[in-house]
């Protein structure tokens, strides 16, 4: 199994930063794909960023120039530094991890959810 355990959420105002940080543990074979998720209430949980196994990202329109990602492949951890936060980013932030799990000599692929940390962001 594969666990995910994401810390750095908090309230900030308006123009502040924060960074996120997701690691992941357990019988990890290779990490493909990380990616940050947000959900804010009453609305569905959308992409944020994400970046491959090669350091290729992608980022919603909505944060673009303003919230990087990267990944630290050493230690399994996946980064989200937001900066020039806005109320609008108020969310639940989840992180994603995609890849290949062992059980002995069986491997199989997997996609892991962390619990999520809170962002709020003042006016």
């Known amino acids: 199994q594969v666990q995910l355990v994401e810390s750095g959420g908090g309230l900030v105002q308006a123009g502040g930063s924060l960074r996120l940080s997701c690691a992941a543990s357990?019988?990890?074979?290779?990490?493909?794909?990380m990616a940050w998720y947000r959900q804010a209430p009453g609305k569905q949980r959308e992409l944020v960023a994400a970046?491959?196994?090669?350091?290729?990202?992608n980022y919603a329109d909505s944060v673009k120039g303003r919230f990087t990602i990267s990944r630290d492949n050493a230690k399994n951890t996946v980064y989200l530094q937001m900066n020039s936060l806005k109320p609008a980013d108020t969310a639940f932030y989840y992180c994603?991890?995609?890849?290949?799990?062992?059980?002995?000599?069986?491997?199989?692929?997997?996609?892991?959810w962390g619990e999520g940390t809170q962002v709020t962001v003042s006016s």
């Open positions: 994603n991890v995609e890849g290949t799990s062992y059980s002995g000599r069986v491997y199989s692929t997997f996609s892991s």
């Open positions: 357990g019988s990890i074979f290779s990490i493909n794909a």
């Open positions: 970046i491959t196994s090669g350091g290729s990202t």
